[in-house]
């Protein structure tokens, strides 16, 4: 059941994913036609402002994802309804907090969100309209619950229910003539749905009588994990989340265009990639608290080779098909360079890496041991990310990323993998290295000496995509990642298959 729910959770991940690439490769020229690069770019800066007020949830959402886990263990005292009804009282308290940060944030919008003035009151509309949504900020809890129980399928799939309803509302309403405004609305109404619906799947699980007992062992274990899931999420939004305020406020919202469009079915890839990620945190948590230790230090290392070897074969063909893929979506005015495509490639593969060794200690109750890791790596990376943009322009942020993980996270953690599981430094290195980093360098090498392919047509597009992803990724399968892990892996295929053809 737990590897079947893991591939569950991946499958849907996918779907949901594939599903947002073909309606945003539809939808997003519409958008940006009727609305010019102006307003899209306004669009994205408001909509990722009003995600920085997720940093007031003072690090809730992960203490819940922990407590609830926590909960579900067959020796836990605390029941998951004693958890929610606490839950509601803080998120009561962190909406009053968002109210005041999204106040500030209008506050300060001309210099926030540079306009010109024909769209000041369109922008201002568009606040309003952002600020109802924060009223659902409720719905945190219940994905917490969902994603600790193993069912993040059905979290993806409301997800992806949300896109499909928000894109197709934004094309509606851009089309009509309702600007950044029409934008806010659409996205209010869609998360407004994905809410109903995550409430019914979890309600009857989440009521009923509880001990005061646990309520009190409820309250101390969120409280034990506020601070330093609150300090980890500052430091990765500070890292990874604030390129696109950093791009607007040197260069201007316009400019947020581009370097959004560039990225984006990188940051679709990079999405994908952390869902193996955070699919395999609840099984590895309950190997953990079953004292198997020795289990523990061999799944990482198997699960760190198996997020590298997708890493590097989907990354590898991106890297040739990403620039191409821009210019044929949206048009070469909206692609930002190949320094830009280049960097951003390696950098999603270091992202899904560390998000998994991330979710090692955060689901075993070591997040504190990592907190001077990412606080420093959240340091370097801004302050390389503000003088790069500033120097260098659209690359700077990206920069920022690549220099902080590749220099200060990766090495840091890696050495806390061995410090605090006994893990061996020399495997995890391989881990990574072998079917990620070497052939994915290798990729962007032959992308600078040759160039990156002529792609004229979707079709064509589409061709290569289908055709090379499959042969990179049984080549790499077969080459680059150790014969146990192999094994292991394809033992576990055939395991799956034979019960279900049983079943």
Not at 174 to 192: D, E, M, V
Not at 262 to 282: E, G, K
């Amino acid at each position: 059941m737990r590897q079947f729910r893991i591939l569950l959770n991946v499958l849907t991940s996918l779907s949901r994913n594939f599903v947002g690439l073909i309606l945003g490769v539809v939808a997003t020229p519409i958008i940006l036609q009727a609305l010019g690069d102006e307003a899209f770019g306004a669009f994205r800066v408001l909509l990722d402002w009003v995600s920085q007020l997720g940093i007031l949830e003072f690090g809730l959402f992960p203490s819940l994802q922990a407590v609830f886990a926590k909960s579900l263990s067959k020796s836990s005292q605390i029941h998951p309804a004693s958890i929610s009804r606490l839950a509601y009282k803080r998120y009561f308290q962190v909406l009053v907090f968002q109210g005041v940060g999204l106040g500030i944030i209008a506050l300060f919008h001309k210099e926030l969100i540079p306009v010109s003035p024909r769209m000041a009151h369109d922008l201002h509309m568009a606040m309003i309209i952002m600020g109802i949504s924060l009223l659902f900020t409720f719905s945190q809890i219940y994905r917490a619950y969902l994603d600790a129980n193993q069912r993040g399928y059905v979290i993806s799939s409301t997800m992806m229910l949300q896109n499909i309803i928000f894109i197709f509302l934004s094309v509606i309403l851009a089309l009509t003539g309702y600007g950044i405004r029409g934008q806010a609305l659409a996205f209010l109404l869609s998360i407004a749905i994905s809410f109903v619906i995550l409430f019914r799947k979890t309600k009857d699980e989440l009521t009923g009588s509880t001990r005061s007992s646990s309520h009190t062992g409820a309250h101390l274990s969120i409280k034990e994990q506020r601070t330093p899931q609150f300090i980890a999420n500052l430091s990765g939004r500070a890292s990874l989340l604030a390129d696109n305020l950093i791009i607007s406020a040197l260069l201007g919202a316009k400019s947020v265009t581009a370097f959004y469009l560039t990225q984006r079915l990188l940051l679709l890839c990079m999405q994908q990639l952390q869902q193996l990620s955070n699919a395999t945190w609840p099984a590895m948590s309950e190997i953990y608290f079953e004292k198997n230790k020795e289990k523990f230090r061999l799944h990482i290392i198997e699960v760190t080779e198996i997020i590298a070897l997708c890493a590097g074969a989907l990354l590898s063909v991106l890297a040739f098909l990403n620039p191409p893929f821009v210019v044929l979506w949206t048009g070469e005015s909206t692609y930002a360079g190949l320094a830009l495509s280049s960097i951003v490639v390696y950098n999603v593969g270091l992202i899904s890496i560390i998000t998994f060794w991330q979710w090692c200690f955060i689901g075993t109750g070591y997040i504190k041991t990592i907190i001077p890791a990412i606080v420093c790596q959240a340091i370097v990376n801004l302050g390389i990310s503000l003088f790069g943009t500033h120097s260098l322009g659209l690359i700077g942020p990206a920069i920022g990323t690549l220099v902080s993980f590749q220099l200060i996270t990766i090495p840091w953690q890696s050495h806390l993998m061995k410090k605090t599981f006994g893990v061996s430094l020399l495997k995890l290195s391989r881990a990574w290295i072998v079917p990620f980093a070497l052939p994915t360098v290798a990729s962007l090498s032959m992308v600078y000496q040759w160039g990156t392919p002529k792609v004229e047509s979707w079709w064509q597009f589409c061709f290569y995509a289908l055709v090379a992803t499959p042969l990179v990724s049984v080549a790499f399968f077969y080459l680059l990642i150790g014969a146990h892990t192999r094994s292991l892996f394809i033992k576990r295929v055939q395991f799956f298959v034979a019960r279900k053809t049983k079943a």
